[in-house]
């Protein structure tokens, strides 16, 4: 069932792939066929080196570009980071925050995660704050019990009146990148959890409103049942996201559904 309130979103997290070459023929690829999906936003996640050359080939046509990653501060002695306000210089309006493999191989907290997202927000980029379980968590039945304390970080500070400028990524760990998908029962039960704690921490009418992504192996194949689900708005695609055929057959899928 759709709710026309809000507006589906699929992205497209490209990770450590691409060259700038390569990612401005994708983002090309792309561009051709975009106007058909005038209900589903689409937001593109190049690498940071290939940010000004999609920028140049999307600019003018409804895909939207952000960043994998995002400092806290604005600028300093930050060797390898960028901040915000150069992220909105090279034309970002997303990034994304709190990734697993952020969380997994480079050491970001809850904390750092909360900082990123209300800096975000303070200089005009749209967080997609990424929250998951991994896979001994679930099986000891501890997901919601992980989900409810990185949200609950993630939202730390951040004012009533900003949370739908935010998107939550639910992200099983255990299917990112694995071929494992969580069902679309499962993926939809958990995500309802997620929106009952948006309630609980603001207020119902802004967990209506606030988009819940659904990220972790989604395919041409599987997105389509994934979409049916209320509570699933959308997707934060990885590797299927590479070819322009298989990540516009997803947004499709979203469409066709009216998600």
């Known amino acids: 069932m759709r709710v026309s309130q809000r507006k589906p979103i699929v992205a497209a997290?490209?990770?450590?792939?691409?060259?700038?070459?390569?990612?401005?023929?994708?983002?090309?690829?792309l561009k051709e066929g975009i106007n058909l999906f005038q209900e589903v936003e689409i937001v593109l996640f190049p690498p940071f080196t290939a940010l000004s050359r999609v920028s140049e080939?999307?600019?003018?046509?409804?895909?939207?570009?952000?960043?994998?990653?995002?400092?806290?501060?604005k600028e300093g002695a930050f060797t390898g980071e960028v901040s915000p306000p150069m992220l909105v210089d090279a034309g970002c309006r997303y990034a994304i925050v709190g990734h697993s493999e952020r969380r997994k191989f480079f050491g970001e907290t809850d904390e750092m995660v909360n900082l990123k997202a209300k800096s975000s927000l303070a200089y005009g980029l749209k967080p997609i704050l990424c929250v998951g379980e991994e896979l001994e968590e679930r099986e000891q039945n501890?997901?919601?019990?992980?989900?409810?304390?990185?949200?609950?970080?993630?939202?730390?500070?951040?004012?009533?009146?900003?949370?739908?400028?935010?998107?939550?990524?639910?992200?099983?760990?255990?299917a990112i990148g694995t071929g494992r998908t969580a069902s679309p029962?499962?993926?939809d039960e958990t995500q309802a959890f997620i929106r009952k704690l948006i309630g609980k921490i603001y207020n119902e009418a802004i967990s209506a409103l606030l988009r819940i992504q659904y990220g972790g192996s989604?395919?041409?194949?599987?997105?389509?049942?994934?979409?049916?689900?209320?509570?699933?708005?959308?997707?934060?695609?990885?590797?299927?996201?590479?070819?322009g055929d298989s990540f516009l057959a997803i947004v499709s899928a979203c469409q066709a559904v009216g998600k």
Not at 60 to 65: C, M, N
């Open 13 to 29: 997290n490209w990770k450590m792939y691409k060259t700038g070459k390569e990612a401005a023929q994708l983002a090309r690829s």
């Open 142 to 174: 501890r997901t919601e019990q992980v989900l409810e304390r990185q949200v609950k970080a993630a939202y730390a500070g951040i004012a009533e009146e900003s949370v739908l400028k935010t998107v939550i990524a639910y992200e099983p760990v255990w």
């Open 57 to 73: 080939v999307i600019v003018g046509t409804p895909l939207i570009l952000g960043a994998q990653n995002v400092h806290w501060e």
């Open 185 to 187: 029962d499962v993926a």
């Open 218 to 243: 989604v395919k041409p194949d599987n997105a389509k049942d994934l979409f049916r689900e209320p509570n699933i708005d959308g997707a934060l695609v990885g590797g299927a996201s590479l070819k």
